[in-house]
Structure formats: structure tokens, C-alpha cells
């Protein structure tokens, strides 16, 4: 079985201060981990995944993410928020189980202030 | 390259009337398939999964039904449909092996009337 929970419902940044998402996963296997990125009645685009290389993975739009295996944590960072970031972020984990699925987090909504 | 396709983009509908929502995949062979419900405020439910070509898997027993007649086409369908049935549907395909991720279509918002 496998499940992740992001802790935070809503997050709220100013324009230009650091971006933080928390997430914990636990899964019987050893996980890929993901993370997406989806605007308002938008389908979901891929930010970064994690697939058992390096623990810190960069994604796209400077986004980055660590793995963290002792804390079972894949927390979503990114220095500088752009009002452009404002949207939903899911935290999602595959255990490679039948059908190649993935468990979604509840998301995540961050909000930018200028 | 590969890529997805899922329309309509919006849809208005009554309730007890039909549904079908279609979703083709272009540029690669023998995805997985997926068919997910995000309703209002709230998280991704996966509804149906298929690993080929006329086999499909439930993950949540509704008034919904999915068929894969072709190797990249994916229908989503009701035969009456429901109020509650309103909400973003997304569909998906991923490789056939492996935790790579999934690619997202643009969704369909569909809302029962």
C-alpha cells in the first residue's frame, strides 16, 4: 500500500521570497516520486520526478525537490516565487505496482502575492 | 513525440442523459491508460485504468464505464448520468513499465444540469 499527504492545503508567498510544499509518502516499496503543477481548469504538467538517482532532483521553472528516504519525506522548493506559480500542486508516488499507478496528495494551492 | 488529446474541453449535459468522453494518444505504442475525476475542491480520484486493448480495471464503483476498443483510444461513458457525476475529468497514459509518471490531457469540465 501506498499513500502521501501534503500537509499544507493552502500556502500563501510573496512574489519573490523562497516557495515551500511539504509532502510525506510511505510506500511497502521503493518509489518514484512526483511532483505536478495545475493552473486553473488545466490539465496537469509534470514539475520534476524522482526515480531513484539523485536524492535532489531540478525540475522545470526552477523548481527543485529532495528525497529524504529516513524522513520519507519529497518536500518541493523553489528560491524565488513568480506570480506565475500560483496554482495547485500534487504530490504523487508510484510504487511501480500493477498498472504502473500513482497516488495523488490532496494538492497543495499556493498563492502569490505581489 | 507523444502526445494526448481529450475533448471536449467543457461539456453542459442533463441528468439522466448519456456521456462520452474520448481521449486518444498519438506517438507511442501499448500505453497504460487512465481515466481520473477531480472534483471541486478536492483531490484526484482514479476511476479506470487499462493495461491493453479491451481490458479495463474500476478503482470506484459509480454509474461510469470505460471501453478501450483501440490501442491508444480511451472512452470514458454513462449511460444516465448523475449530478454528483459533475467535475474535471482527466485522462492520462503512461509507459508500460516502470514509476516514469504519467501525461496528462487538458481535461474535460463537465457539469450536470
Known amino acids: 500500500a501506498q499513500s502521501v499527504t501534503q500537509l499544507d492545503s493552502h500556502v500563501s508567498v510573496s512574489e519573490g521570497t523562497p516557495v515551500l510544499l511539504r509532502c510525506n509518502y510511505s510506500?511497502?516499496?521503493?518509489?518514484?516520486l512526483f511532483w505536478y503543477v495545475q493552473h486553473p481548469n488545466k490539465g496537469l504538467q509534470l514539475l520534476l520526478k524522482?526515480?531513484?538517482?539523485?536524492?535532489l532532483v531540478k525540475g522545470i521553472n526552477g523548481f527543485e525537490a529532495e528525497f529524504k528516504k529516513s524522513e520519507t519525506s519529497f518536500h518541493l522548493t523553489k528560491p524565488s516565487a513568480h506570480m506565475s506559480d500560483a496554482a495547485e500542486y500534487f504530490c504523487?508516488?508510484?510504487?511501480?505496482?500493477?498498472?504502473?499507478?500513482?497516488?495523488f496528495g490532496g494538492g497543495t494551492r499556493l498563492m502569490v502575492k505581489p | 513525440s507523444q502526445t494526448i488529446h481529450q475533448w471536449p474541453a467543457t461539456l453542459v449535459q442533463p441528468v439522466g442523459s448519456p456521456l462520452s468522453l474520448e481521449c486518444t494518444v498519438e506517438?507511442?505504442?501499448?500505453?497504460?491508460l487512465y481515466w481520473y475525476r477531480q472534483a471541486a475542491g478536492r483531490g484526484l480520484q482514479l476511476l479506470f485504468y487499462?493495461?491493453?486493448?479491451?481490458?479495463i480495471s474500476s478503482e470506484v464503483p459509480q454509474n461510469l464505464s470505460a471501453s478501450r476498443p483501440q490501442d491508444r483510444q480511451f472512452i470514458l461513458s454513462s449511460k444516465k448520468l448523475l449530478l454528483s457525476d459533475s467535475g474535471f475529468y482527466l485522462c492520462?497514459?503512461?509507459?508500460?513499465?516502470?514509476?516514469?509518471?504519467?501525461?496528462f490531457g487538458s481535461g474535460t469540465r463537465l457539469t450536470v444540469v
Open positions: 492520462a497514459w503512461s509507459i508500460n513499465s516502470g514509476g516514469y509518471g504519467y501525461t
Open positions: 510506500s511497502s516499496y521503493s518509489p518514484s
Open positions: 524522482y526515480t531513484s538517482a539523485a536524492t
Open positions: 504523487v508516488v508510484s510504487a511501480g505496482n500493477a498498472g504502473n499507478m500513482l497516488t
Open positions: 506517438g507511442t505504442s501499448n500505453p497504460n
Open positions: 487499462s493495461v491493453g486493448i479491451g481490458q
